[in-house]
């Protein structure tokens, strides 16, 4: 072999036989194995250095409490002038003592069960990284499993080229999703900023109409409505986008309203109003089309999270399905 290759870097060190590549399998195992057992060694040992922890802020409170009482007794205070009175004071002292050595002792075992504990996560720790990749062992021991079986032929390679066909299209779907859910986001947005300045103009519609409203709440009623327009009109786009991107998931419907219904959902204009009254009916009728349309987004959202979640489970089948292949 040349100096410059390295064993596990050639493609003659690929292992080649059956007895090769289940060692390589057995021995992901067994590591996958001892990374679970210490992990769970590593979680009993920081659970037992919380209760030690817990157990020190205890204790030192407790001697805290001790020591004042000593204190008091040892000064000039009430306690100790009424002790003296009362012709107890050094028996009360000594008792306060002996209970303050009583929690200094305590507060030392609570430290060292502490550091006890301490030094066992530690070697859980250092267990752990004693391991190293552990994860990334056991998949290339699967890759290589895969590709000598796959190699060979067979039933079993045609069934892992099947899962790992299946695999990269559900993967493929997992982006599509979070493309469609984005962009789902992007339209709910939209639509949330078209209601609230609908609100508004209906607002000074209504005050503009029944209320007297001079100029000014003409103007403003005219600027909330041209404001409201522009909100309208980028709602629909991205109600067409969001269209585009559920097609590519293979969505049809989106509750009561189609994907092609939503991307003409608004023709919307405010142009020749001829009447107060006018106004407020297409300002009532552009605020229930926003509703719907957001109702729409909504159950949209909903229907991607279910895909989502059943893309999720396909994929945990499927892994389990391949480790079963390469294990058997």
């Not at 390589?24 to 067994?30: G, I």
């Amino acid at each position: 072999m040349p100096d410059d290759v390295h064993p596990g870097t050639s493609e003659t060190a690929v292992p080649r036989s059956d007895a090769e590549t289940s060692a390589l399998l057995e021995a992901a195992q067994r590591d996958a194995t001892l990374l679970a057992d210490r992990l769970a060694r590593r979680g009993r040992a920081a659970s037992a250095l919380d209760r030690a922890s817990a157990d020190v802020t205890a204790m030192r409170q407790r001697l805290a409490d001790e020591s004042a009482d000593v204190a008091r007794l040892e000064s000039f205070s009430a306690t100790r002038v009424w002790a003296a009175l009362r012709g107890d004071r050094a028996e009360r002292l000594d008792a306060e003592r002996a209970e303050q050595q009583s929690a200094e002792y305590a507060v030392a075992t609570a430290e060292a069960r502490r550091r006890a504990a301490e030094a066992e996560l530690a070697v859980a720790e250092q267990a752990i990284a004693a391991l190293g990749d552990v994860a990334g062992r056991r998949q290339e021991a699967f890759v290589v499993r895969e590709a000598w079986l796959s190699a060979r032929g067979g039933p079993v390679a045609a069934e892992l080229a099947e899962v790992a066909a299946t695999v990269g299209r559900r993967r493929a779907e997992v982006v599509e999703i979070a493309e469609a859910d984005a962009a789902a986001h992007q339209a709910g947005s939209a639509l949330g900023a078209a209601a609230d300045e609908l609100r508004s103009a209906s607002g000074w519609s209504t005050y503009d109409t029944f209320l007297g409203g001079d100029w000014i709440a003409s103007m403003a009623k005219h600027q909330r409505l041209d404001q409201a327009s522009d909100l309208v009109r980028a709602a629909d786009a991205a109600l067409a986008h969001l269209a585009v991107e559920l097609g590519d998931v293979g969505e049809r419907g989106v509750g009561p309203i189609g994907v092609e219904g939503l991307a003409r959902t608004f023709d919307i204009w405010f142009d020749n109003v001829f009447s107060d009254w006018a106004v407020a009916s297409h300002i009532k009728d552009a605020q229930d089309r926003v509703a719907e349309a957001l109702s729409a987004v909504d159950h949209v959202r909903r229907r991607l999270a279910e895909r989502r979640e059943a893309v999720a489970l396909d994929l945990t089948a499927l892994a389990r399905r391949r480790e079963e292949l390469l294990l058997a």
